[in-house]
């Protein structure tokens, strides 16, 4: 979560996951490793994948984030909701042949994003970003491939996305305008480094299978 102030106006970033994961109860229910492996060696967290039977807990936070929006609007306050997209919906294409995304989980996101900006949420849409963007098949993915997480690559998309939002939204692009001005460097590695965290391996079982280091190409953040 971040803040920014100026112009009278109050900016405020706010990250929110795709809430309610009772898949993973399943999984375990059924015996299951929450891990599971897919094409090209991506691996994915088979919780991911919903369940029509979360719709009334979704709901409930969809109200809540709403209910936050509308209260920080009335204390002069801009909220920018960033929702972040799912690995198994990004490379749906990727998942194996016996786990494939279903209607429900396909369109959980967008759901979510009809429903705040209908009531006036400013909400950033990450989901049709990365789904487009090229970057998607490279050989710099946008999620790592034995991790949860973003690559160097998809961190960029996200926050070149959040930026565009802002320009977007007249009250945030005012605050925004307001705010003293902290000049950063980013400068993109010229070759890859292997990436060690692989969170989605230990998802696996006790007999996971070996897989080869990741490579990704880093960039660096420095304060001028």
Known sequence: MRSTSGGGYRLLFSIAMMLAFPGATLAQAGGLPTGVVGQHEFLFYRYEMAQ??????????LQLLEKMSRHLA???VVLMLVLVPSKVRIYADYLPATLRLDPYTDGKYDAALQYLRARQVNVVDLNRAFLQSPLRRSDTPLFLRLDTHWAPSGAFLAAQTVRAAVDQSPLARQAWQATPTVKYQLTWASSKINKRERDLVHQLGKVAPEFALEQVLPFKVTRE
């Open 74 to 76: 009335q204390n002069g």
């Open 52 to 61: 029509p039977g979360d719709a009334a807990d979704t709901c409930a936070t």
